[in-house]
Protein backbone atom coordinates (compact mmCIF):
# COMPACT_ATOMS: atom_id res chain seq x y z
CA UNK A 1 0.00 0.00 0.00
CA UNK A 2 0.53 3.54 -1.07
CA UNK A 3 2.66 4.87 2.21
CA UNK A 4 2.77 8.87 0.89
CA UNK A 5 0.41 11.99 0.82
CA UNK A 6 0.41 14.20 -1.71
CA UNK A 7 -1.84 17.13 -2.71
CA UNK A 8 -4.27 16.26 -5.86
CA UNK A 9 -3.36 18.75 -7.46
CA UNK A 10 -1.17 21.76 -8.48
CA UNK A 11 -0.77 24.75 -11.48
CA UNK A 12 2.34 26.18 -11.82
CA UNK A 13 3.60 29.61 -14.30
CA UNK A 14 5.85 28.55 -16.73
CA UNK A 15 9.48 29.47 -16.53
CA UNK A 16 8.68 29.20 -12.28
CA UNK A 17 9.63 26.93 -10.07
CA UNK A 18 7.51 23.80 -9.92
CA UNK A 19 7.45 22.73 -5.92
CA UNK A 20 5.89 19.65 -5.32
CA UNK A 21 5.38 18.09 -1.46
CA UNK A 22 5.38 14.87 -0.15
CA UNK A 23 4.30 13.45 3.15
CA UNK A 24 5.47 9.98 4.31
CA UNK A 25 5.63 10.37 8.23
CA UNK A 26 5.75 6.20 8.46
CA UNK A 27 8.60 6.18 6.18
CA UNK A 28 11.69 3.37 7.69
CA UNK A 29 14.97 3.69 7.90
CA UNK A 30 15.67 1.68 5.23
CA UNK A 31 13.60 3.28 2.56
CA UNK A 32 14.34 5.42 -0.06
CA UNK A 33 11.82 8.24 -1.43
CA UNK A 34 11.27 8.49 -5.41
CA UNK A 35 9.83 10.34 -7.67
CA UNK A 36 7.98 9.40 -11.19
CA UNK A 37 5.85 11.16 -13.31
CA UNK A 38 3.18 10.37 -15.92
CA UNK A 39 2.29 12.25 -18.70
CA UNK A 40 -1.22 11.46 -20.48
CA UNK A 41 -1.39 7.71 -21.38
CA UNK A 42 2.64 6.89 -21.25
CA UNK A 43 4.64 4.92 -19.02
CA UNK A 44 5.93 6.84 -15.88
CA UNK A 45 9.24 7.97 -16.40
CA UNK A 46 11.93 7.95 -13.53
CA UNK A 47 12.95 11.17 -11.68
CA UNK A 48 14.88 11.47 -8.83
CA UNK A 49 15.17 9.54 -6.09
CA UNK A 50 17.06 9.99 -2.31
CA UNK A 51 17.70 8.40 1.12
CA UNK A 52 17.99 11.08 3.57
CA UNK A 53 20.59 13.56 1.44
CA UNK A 54 19.12 16.43 -0.60
CA UNK A 55 20.21 15.23 -4.23
CA UNK A 56 19.83 17.14 -7.84
CA UNK A 57 20.41 15.91 -11.19
CA UNK A 58 19.60 17.31 -14.58
CA UNK A 59 15.44 17.25 -14.31
CA UNK A 60 15.21 18.12 -10.84
CA UNK A 61 16.06 18.58 -7.16
CA UNK A 62 14.67 16.47 -4.23
CA UNK A 63 14.53 18.15 -0.52
CA UNK A 64 14.06 16.10 2.15
CA UNK A 65 13.66 16.47 5.39
CA UNK A 66 16.02 15.57 8.30
CA UNK A 67 13.38 13.94 10.17
CA UNK A 68 12.75 12.10 6.51
CA UNK A 69 8.61 12.93 7.19
CA UNK A 70 8.64 14.54 4.18
CA UNK A 71 10.38 15.64 0.57
CA UNK A 72 9.58 18.39 -1.96
CA UNK A 73 10.48 17.43 -5.51
CA UNK A 74 11.81 20.99 -7.45
CA UNK A 75 11.55 21.69 -10.76
CA UNK A 76 13.59 24.60 -10.52
CA UNK A 77 12.47 26.04 -14.46
CA UNK A 78 8.68 24.31 -15.68
CA UNK A 79 8.09 24.05 -19.07
CA UNK A 80 4.69 23.38 -20.72
CA UNK A 81 6.22 19.82 -21.23
CA UNK A 82 6.37 19.44 -17.76
CA UNK A 83 2.76 19.14 -17.18
CA UNK A 84 2.45 15.72 -15.92
CA UNK A 85 1.27 13.74 -12.98
CA UNK A 86 3.94 13.18 -10.57
CA UNK A 87 4.42 10.67 -7.76
CA UNK A 88 6.15 10.20 -4.71
CA UNK A 89 6.74 6.74 -3.33
CA UNK A 90 8.44 5.00 -0.39
CA UNK A 91 10.60 1.67 -0.72
CA UNK A 92 13.32 -0.43 0.06
CA UNK A 93 16.35 -0.67 -2.87
CA UNK A 94 15.96 -4.12 -4.60
CA UNK A 95 14.79 -5.45 -7.24
CA UNK A 96 12.23 -7.91 -5.92
CA UNK A 97 10.56 -5.08 -3.63
CA UNK A 98 7.82 -3.37 -5.44
CA UNK A 99 6.77 0.30 -5.80
CA UNK A 100 3.13 0.73 -4.93
CA UNK A 101 1.39 4.43 -5.98
CA UNK A 102 -0.40 6.49 -4.40
CA UNK A 103 -2.84 8.73 -6.18
CA UNK A 104 -0.12 11.96 -6.78
CA UNK A 105 -0.25 15.16 -7.77
CA UNK A 106 -1.49 16.04 -10.98
CA UNK A 107 0.65 19.32 -12.20
CA UNK A 108 -0.30 21.79 -15.15
CA UNK A 109 2.11 23.97 -16.22
CA UNK A 110 0.13 27.86 -17.20
CA UNK A 111 1.87 29.61 -20.41
CA UNK B 1 19.71 4.46 -19.90
CA UNK B 2 17.80 1.04 -19.06
CA UNK B 3 14.53 0.92 -21.76
CA UNK B 4 11.80 -1.68 -21.19
CA UNK B 5 9.64 -2.29 -24.26
CA UNK B 6 6.07 -3.53 -24.47
CA UNK B 7 4.12 -5.12 -27.27
CA UNK B 8 1.37 -4.39 -28.23
CA UNK B 9 0.66 -0.68 -27.48
CA UNK B 10 -2.70 -0.99 -28.52
CA UNK B 11 -4.78 -4.14 -28.45
CA UNK B 12 -8.71 -4.52 -29.40
CA UNK B 13 -10.54 -7.83 -28.67
CA UNK B 14 -14.03 -9.31 -28.68
CA UNK B 15 -15.39 -10.47 -25.35
CA UNK B 16 -14.30 -14.44 -24.09
CA UNK B 17 -11.06 -13.88 -26.36
CA UNK B 18 -7.53 -13.95 -24.33
CA UNK B 19 -4.93 -11.54 -25.32
CA UNK B 20 -1.12 -11.77 -24.51
CA UNK B 21 0.98 -8.72 -23.77
CA UNK B 22 4.56 -8.98 -23.88
CA UNK B 23 7.16 -6.77 -21.53
CA UNK B 24 10.86 -7.04 -22.49
CA UNK B 25 14.36 -5.61 -21.10
CA UNK B 26 16.25 -4.33 -23.97
CA UNK B 27 19.56 -3.93 -22.30
CA UNK B 28 19.49 -5.23 -18.65
CA UNK B 29 18.30 -8.52 -16.96
CA UNK B 30 15.62 -8.78 -14.86
CA UNK B 31 14.74 -11.91 -12.57
CA UNK B 32 11.76 -9.72 -11.68
CA UNK B 33 9.00 -7.58 -13.23
CA UNK B 34 6.38 -6.05 -12.42
CA UNK B 35 2.69 -5.31 -13.78
CA UNK B 36 0.56 -2.92 -13.21
CA UNK B 37 -3.10 -1.92 -14.10
CA UNK B 38 -4.36 1.78 -14.72
CA UNK B 39 -8.49 2.73 -15.16
CA UNK B 40 -9.06 6.53 -16.47
CA UNK B 41 -7.89 8.71 -13.99
CA UNK B 42 -6.82 6.65 -12.08
CA UNK B 43 -2.91 5.76 -10.34
CA UNK B 44 -1.67 3.00 -11.26
CA UNK B 45 -2.22 -0.37 -9.27
CA UNK B 46 -0.01 -3.22 -9.08
CA UNK B 47 -1.41 -6.47 -9.94
CA UNK B 48 1.72 -9.01 -9.34
CA UNK B 49 5.40 -9.60 -9.12
CA UNK B 50 6.31 -11.68 -12.04
CA UNK B 51 9.65 -14.02 -10.87
CA UNK B 52 11.90 -15.44 -13.71
CA UNK B 53 11.75 -19.53 -13.53
CA UNK B 54 9.02 -19.33 -10.84
CA UNK B 55 5.57 -18.75 -9.79
CA UNK B 56 3.88 -14.75 -10.16
CA UNK B 57 2.98 -13.52 -7.10
CA UNK B 58 -0.35 -11.84 -7.22
CA UNK B 59 -1.58 -8.88 -4.94
CA UNK B 60 -4.46 -9.55 -3.23
CA UNK B 61 -7.79 -9.43 -4.95
CA UNK B 62 -6.53 -10.22 -8.79
CA UNK B 63 -7.16 -13.41 -10.04
CA UNK B 64 -4.16 -15.39 -10.84
CA UNK B 65 -6.42 -17.72 -13.54
CA UNK B 66 -7.55 -14.29 -14.91
CA UNK B 67 -4.26 -12.79 -15.46
CA UNK B 68 -1.35 -15.10 -16.28
CA UNK B 69 1.83 -13.99 -16.04
CA UNK B 70 4.92 -16.46 -17.25
CA UNK B 71 8.74 -15.27 -16.86
CA UNK B 72 10.54 -17.62 -18.73
CA UNK B 73 13.46 -15.88 -19.40
CA UNK B 74 15.65 -13.30 -18.08
CA UNK B 75 14.70 -10.72 -20.38
CA UNK B 76 10.62 -11.44 -21.10
CA UNK B 77 7.30 -11.84 -19.05
CA UNK B 78 4.12 -11.59 -20.43
CA UNK B 79 0.62 -10.84 -19.23
CA UNK B 80 -2.34 -12.87 -20.56
CA UNK B 81 -5.47 -11.84 -19.87
CA UNK B 82 -7.86 -14.54 -20.01
CA UNK B 83 -11.55 -15.09 -21.19
CA UNK B 84 -11.48 -10.93 -21.79
CA UNK B 85 -14.39 -8.68 -20.66
CA UNK B 86 -14.80 -5.35 -21.21
CA UNK B 87 -14.41 -4.53 -17.78
CA UNK B 88 -10.90 -5.38 -18.89
CA UNK B 89 -10.69 -2.74 -20.34
CA UNK B 90 -7.74 -0.67 -18.65
CA UNK B 91 -4.25 0.58 -19.55
CA UNK B 92 -1.55 -2.03 -18.47
CA UNK B 93 2.14 -1.57 -17.68
CA UNK B 94 5.01 -3.81 -17.15
CA UNK B 95 8.22 -2.31 -15.21
CA UNK B 96 11.59 -3.88 -14.20
CA UNK B 97 14.19 -2.36 -11.59
CA UNK B 98 17.69 -1.53 -12.48
CA UNK B 99 20.53 -3.87 -10.15
CA UNK B 100 22.43 -1.21 -9.44
CA UNK B 101 20.72 2.25 -8.31
CA UNK B 102 17.30 0.68 -7.34
CA UNK B 103 15.15 2.74 -9.60
CA UNK B 104 12.21 0.88 -11.44
CA UNK B 105 12.20 1.25 -15.29
CA UNK B 106 8.49 1.36 -16.70
CA UNK B 107 7.04 0.47 -20.08
CA UNK B 108 5.08 2.32 -22.68
CA UNK B 109 2.42 0.90 -21.48
CA UNK B 110 -0.59 -1.36 -23.33
CA UNK B 111 -3.87 -0.59 -24.10
CA UNK B 112 -6.71 -2.82 -24.21
CA UNK B 113 -10.08 -2.59 -25.04
CA UNK B 114 -12.56 -5.78 -25.04
CA UNK B 115 -15.66 -5.00 -27.32
Known amino acids: DAKTTQPTSMDCAEGRAANLPCNHS???????VYWYRQIHSQGPQYIIHGLKNNETNEMASLIITEDRKSSTLILPHATLRDTAVYYC????????????FGTGTSLTVIP | GAVVSQHPSRVICKSGTSVKIECRSL??????MFWYRQFPKQSLMLMAT?????????EQGVEKDKFLINHASLTLSTLTVTSAHPEDSSFYIC???????????FGEGSRLTVL
Open chain 2, 27 to 32: DFQATT
Open chain 2, 50 to 58: SNEGSKATY
Open chain 2, 95 to 105: SAGGTNTGELF
Open chain 1, 26 to 32: TISGNEY
Open chain 1, 89 to 100: IVRVVGTGNQFY
